[in-house]
């Protein structure tokens, strides 16, 4: 989903200057039980190895309404993966002159409530980016693509690019088992 460049830039400037974030209690906002939202890849090459992640994110943040919102035609492969989550998909009419997100839109997200928004795209996507700051979720977890705060207070650093994109999905996961007080799944973290 293409963002125009000028829109993107004075919105870059704008969320710095009117987000204000605030520190998190990782385990307290896991505890929470209001919804989270994933945002899927906009590549179709990623989209299979990503859903198929779903049900870790869904283990790693039990008892909660996992939401996926996807930007790009899905892959048949996937919908195996996807089928048992509530689905979000923008249409025209949801998005902006400059193909940024409406404020319906992101409130039609939000429903009622949403503490953690996940994007899983590897490359920069603004329209996942303005979707998980507008969301206000308190927690915000993306792969490190250098953008940081105000879109995500968590991110994540998944290795090589140039590794199997299912790879680096499974290391983005192990992050969040260790993070979730999972036992037995926690995976090790190298320093």
């Not at 319906?104 to 994007?119: E, H, R, T, W």
């Amino acid at each position: 989903m293409k963002v125009n460049r000028i829109a993107e830039k004075v919105s870059r400037v704008y969320y710095q200057i009117k987000i204000k974030d605030t520190s998190v209690n990782f385990l307290s906002i896991t505890e929470n039980k209001n919804d989270c939202l994933v945002c899927m890849p906009s590549r179709m090459e990623h989209l299979l190895d990503a859903a198929s992640k779903l049900p870790d994110i869904a283990s790693v943040f039990p008892n909660r309404i996992i939401k996926v919102l996807i930007t790009s035609s899905i892959d048949p492969r996937s919908f195996k993966f996807i089928k048992r989550f509530t689905i979000i998909k923008p249409y025209s009419y949801d998005m902006s002159l400059f193909y940024l997100p409406k404020k319906a839109f992101v409130q039609k997200i939000v429903g009622k409530g949403l503490s953690i928004c996940i994007d899983l795209d590897f490359e920069p996507n603004f329209f996942n980016s303005c979707i998980s700051v507008l969301t206000r979720a308190p927690l915000r977890i993306g792969v490190n693509k250098g953008l940081g705060l105000p879109y995500y207070n968590l991110e994540i650093e998944i290795g090589d690019r140039e590794a199997p994109s299912k790879m680096l999905y499974d290391n983005f996961i192990k992050v969040l088992y260790n993070f979730s007080s999972e036992g037995e799944k926690i995976a090790p973290v190298e320093t």
